[in-house]
């Protein structure tokens, strides 16, 4: 079911269009990934979701009723310019900032504790925010963003400023969310964590949606029916056994594990299919693995973003 949807949305500064007509739907129970260069407008349509700036035109729904400004309570941000108030202690302002959401008293605290003891971070609840580093400052943040539990969570950069342990935890807090029923929504240039999390995912370049869909999908769409194999054997012979349809665009791209293994990248063309390869090469060469390359987020993001140019 979709929880999010906008239709058509347009966003001028005084003289640049930083949306361009974006349209996008997101599922409930999803994980929407929103993809693009820096300047594609990204947080520009984050800050029109969150209602901290309007659009010039379109419409926004959620659940299919018209957002309104009473939503902002289904809702969870986390900014990427993130401000904590550095002379108040850690506790007291993420008490005030979950009350400010709309929790009692007595819930936040509860809900505080819980969070405190399940990221081991008792010891900083007295501490000043200006005695914590940017990314525990973060990791408070994040607890915050969470608290009131919204059905929708938007983080923008969420891993910016995280270590990779950390940046683990927070991935794992973002799957666990999911599993609980809440949906997100997260920017980030971080493609590899666009491939472990998003279910889905919309690109914007040049404040214009230019490829949106489910990542399986998208990436199926941009394989390029090239095929990895690594052998035992004579890495001349392979060649010469081959026919022109099989065009050889990378060989030994890994460190070979001895002098006698190769690996090599094969592009299939005219027609030519896996099991015509196979048997040219097989007479001569000693198979260890074939596989189909399936492009990553990261390959089809530079693709279509330099093509745009
Ligand atoms: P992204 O988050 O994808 O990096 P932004 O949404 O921040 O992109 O910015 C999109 C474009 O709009 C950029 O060219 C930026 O300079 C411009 N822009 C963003 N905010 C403003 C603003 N308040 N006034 C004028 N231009 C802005």
């Known amino acids: ?48 979701i969150n209602q901290i700036t309007a659009p010039d035109s379109g419409k926004l729904f959620l659940f299919n009723n018209k957002l309104k400004a009473s939503d902002i309570c289904h809702i969870g941000y986390l ?87 950390n940046t683990n935890i927070i991935k794992n807090e973002i799957l666990e969310l999911k599993k609980n029923g809440s949906t997100v929504i997260f920017s980030t240039h971080n493609m590899g964590s666009v491939e472990e999390l998003c279910d889905h995912i919309a690109l914007i370049n040049n404040s214009k949606k230019i ?9 199926q769409q941009y394989k390029s ?25 990378e060989t030994d791209i890994n460190k070979k594990v001895s002098n ?5 990248r094969v592009k299939l063309n005219n027609g030519s299919t896996p099991n015509d390869l196979l048997s040219m090469v097989l007479p001569t060469v000693q198979i260890k693995s074939f596989n189909e390359l399936i492009p990553s987020m990261n390959d089809i993001f530079i693709k279509v973003v330099e093509g745009e140019k």
């Not at 008792?122 to 059905?151: R, Y």
């Not at 029916?225 to 665009?249: A, Q, R, Y």
């Not at 006698?260 to 090599?264: A, G, N, Q, R």
Request: charged share 30%; hydrophobic share 40%; glycine share 6%.
């Open 1 to 48: 079911m979709e929880i999010f949807r906008s239709e058509n949305i347009v966003k001028k500064y005084a003289n640049h269009l930083a949306l361009d007509d974006v349209s996008i739907s997101i599922n409930e129970g999803s994980i929407f990934g929103l993809l693009g260069p820096n300047g594609a407008g990204k947080t520009t349509f984050i800050r029109i």
């Open 79 to 165: 900014p990427e310019e993130r401000g904590l108030y550095k002379k108040m202690k850690v506790g007291e302002q993420a008490l005030y900032l979950a009350q400010l959401k709309g929790l009692s008293k007595k819930d936040a605290l509860k809900k505080l504790k819980y969070w405190f003891e399940k990221f081991e971070i008792q010891a900083w609840w007295d501490k000043k925010v200006e005695e914590l580093s940017k990314g525990m400052q973060q990791k408070i943040q994040f607890i915050v963003t969470i608290l009131h539990e919204p059905k929708l969570l938007i983080f923008d950069e969420p891993f910016s400023g995280f270590d990779p342990i």
């Open 211 to 219: 490829l949106d869909g489910q990542i399986d999908d998208i990436r």
């Open 225 to 249: 029916n090239t095929f990895e194999i690594s052998f035992n054997g004579s890495i001349e012979n392979f060649k010469t056994n081959i026919s022109n349809d099989f065009e050889i665009i």
């Open 260 to 264: 006698d293994e190769h690996i090599v």
